[in-house]
C-alpha cells in the first residue's frame, strides 16, 4: 500500500521537459487553441486564439482571444506580455497579464515546421495544444495524446475547444 502511494505521489511531482530551442520569430504569430485543460478564463469559450507579437522592446505582446458562450457571440480577450526565461533558448517563458504576476509558459513540444505546438508549465497542471489552423490532423492530434499520456499528463482532462467560427 505504501509503496504504490508513494508512486503515485511521485508520479504527480513530475516536472516537464522543454523543448530543446524556440526561434520567437517562426514562433510568433496567431496560434488556434485545439484543446487543453479547462481553465476558469477560458470557461465557455469558442474560437479561442493567441497571438504572439515580438516588440522591439525585448518583449512578446500576448492577444489572447475567444468568442464567450457561442460562436456569434462578441470576441472578447485580454492582452499581456511574455519574457523569455534566460538560458532556456526561448523555450520557457514568464507570462505576465496582471502587474506583477507572472506564470510559466513552457513550450514542451513543438513541430519541426512549427504548424503545431504544446505548451504546459512547471507543474503540469495546465495544458494548451495549439495549431496555426482552426483545426488539426486527427491522427497528428492522436500522436500527440498519446505521447502526452506517456510523459505523465492526464490528458483525459482535454477538453477540445470549438473552432468552426467562419
Request: glycine share 6%; hydrophobic share 35%; proline share 4%.
Amino acid at each position: 500500500m505504501t509503496a504504490g502511494l508513494l508512486l503515485c505521489c511521485k508520479a504527480q511531482d513530475k516536472t516537464p521537459t522543454s523543448v530543446g530551442s524556440v526561434d520567437l520569430e517562426r514562433y510568433a504569430g496567431k496560434w488556434y487553441d485545439v484543446a487543453s485543460f479547462p481553465v476558469r478564463f477560458q470557461k465557455g469559450c469558442h474560437c479561442t486564439t493567441a497571438e504572439y507579437t515580438l516588440m522591439p522592446e525585448g518583449y512578446i505582446k500576448v492577444d489572447n482571444r475567444c468568442r464567450k458562450g457561442g460562436f456569434n457571440e462578441k470576441i472578447s480577450g485580454i492582452t499581456g506580455k511574455a519574457f523569455s526565461v534566460k538560458e532556456s533558448n526561448n523555450t520557457k517563458l514568464k507570462v505576465q497579464f496582471f502587474w506583477p504576476f507572472r506564470s510559466d509558459y513552457w513550450i514542451v513540444r513543438l513541430d519541426k515546421d512549427y504548424s503545431w505546438a504544446v505548451v504546459s508549465n512547471s507543474s503540469m497542471k495546465y495544458l494548451w495544444i495549439l495549431s496555426r489552423t482552426p483545426e488539426m490532423d486527427e491522427e497528428i492530434f492522436q500522436n500527440i495524446i498519446e505521447d502526452l499520456k506517456n510523459d505523465g499528463y492526464d490528458t483525459d482532462k482535454l477538453v477540445k475547444v470549438p473552432q468552426s467560427c467562419g
